[in-house]
């Protein structure tokens, strides 16, 4: 009895039927492997990200350390040629920042005020010095220096001491020195501190 040609139909479209299955299963392969690939591109390109946000912090942190520095060592290098031109007056004294009869810190808040006073009564009396304006206060742009004050690079008054203080810091021989507040802003947080004594030593040693 010969084979029915509906059979032979039959036969080809459930072959053609398993192909397209097939397939489909190869697809649904094929796409899924590519989302994995997607995932992990994406999840690579946020660590590279990370990694990328951290070094501009690290860098930025490096150049405003570095600027304030250089501003410490230039204000500190002013006041000493006038001292060394003036041995019978010395360092000028300025408002202080913490009243040395008080042995009570004040808080940041009164610091702030007293700082900004110090500040602008220093930078007016090297103004007033032939000479001296150039050394303490070259190159700075507008933001650091506006004529009236000087400010580190976080944009707070550098201040003037006359001698060491507990509680701020402690020049070697109990002499004078200018200090910046740090990245916090915060004069009695001596941690992040920058002081023109360890500006000027670690200029020397380069």
Do not use: C
Not at 26 to 40: G, S
Not at 48 to 65: F, N
Not at 187 to 206: F, P, V
Request: proline share 6%; aromatic share 10%; no cysteine.
């Amino acid at each position: 009895m010969s084979e029915s040609p509906y059979h032979g139909v039959a036969s080809i479209a459930g072959a053609t039927s398993i192909a397209a299955a097939r397939a489909r299963r190869r697809q649904r392969r094929r796409r899924a492997f590519t989302l994995i690939e997607m995932l992990t591109t994406v999840a690579i390109l946020i660590i590279v990200l990370g990694l990328m946000v951290s070094l501009a912090r690290y860098v930025r942190r490096r150049s405003a350390e570095e600027l304030t520095r250089r501003i410490l060592v230039n204000l500190h290098s002013a006041m000493l040629d006038y001292v060394q031109q003036n041995p019978q007056q010395g360092a000028p004294g300025f408002e202080p920042l913490i009243d040395p009869r008080d042995p009570k810190a004040p808080d940041e808040v009164s610091l702030q005020r007293t700082a900004l006073n110090n500040n602008r009564q220093f930078v007016q009396f090297f103004r007033a010095q032939k000479g001296l304006p150039g050394k303490a206060f070259r190159d700075l742009p507008l933001s650091i220096y506006d004529e009236a004050t000087v400010r580190d690079a976080w944009g707070t008054p550098i201040v003037f001491m006359g001698a060491m203080h507990r509680q701020i810091g402690m020049a070697p021989g109990n002499e004078w020195f200018f200090f910046s507040a740090g990245p916090d802003r915060q004069y009695l947080t001596r941690d992040d501190n920058q002081y023109s004594y360890e500006a000027i030593g670690a200029a020397d040693r380069r």
